[in-house]
C-alpha cells in the first residue's frame, strides 16, 4: 500500500491555519501518513482537522497513519483515539 507522505511543521492550533490546511490538502490521496516530527503544539482544532482527514480518507477505502510526534502530542492523540507509531 502506497502512501502519500505530508510532513507537518511548527503548531497545529486554532491559530495557525496554514498548517491545517495542508492536511486537508492531504484528503486528495487515499492513503496518508502525517509526519508529525516537526510539530511543536497542537490543540482541539488541530486534532479536529486530522478526524476529518481520517473519515475522508475512511470513506474511500484509505487508511491515515501518524508518526513522529513528541511525547505530548502522542499523548493527545492517543487519548483521541489514534495509534502514533515511532518511525
Do not use: W
Not at 490538502?25 to 516537526?38: C, H, M, Q, T
Not at 476529518?52 to 470513506?59: D, G, I, K, P
Amino acid at each position: 500500500m502506497n502512501f502519500k507522505k505530508v510532513k507537518l511543521e511548527g503548531s497545529l492550533v486554532f491559530s495557525a491555519p496554514d498548517s491545517k490546511q495542508k492536511i486537508r490538502d492531504a484528503i486528495k490521496g487515499k492513503n496518508v501518513a502525517l509526519d508529525f516530527s516537526g510539530v511543536e503544539s497542537m490543540d482541539s482544532s488541530g486534532v479536529d482537522v486530522i478526524c476529518e482527514l481520517r473519515t475522508a480518507l475512511r470513506r474511500k477505502g484509505g487508511s491515515l497513519r501518524l508518526y513522529g510526534a513528541n511525547p505530548q502530542i502522542r499523548e493527545l492523540l492517543e487519548i483521541c483515539g489514534f495509534t502514533v507509531n515511532h518511525s
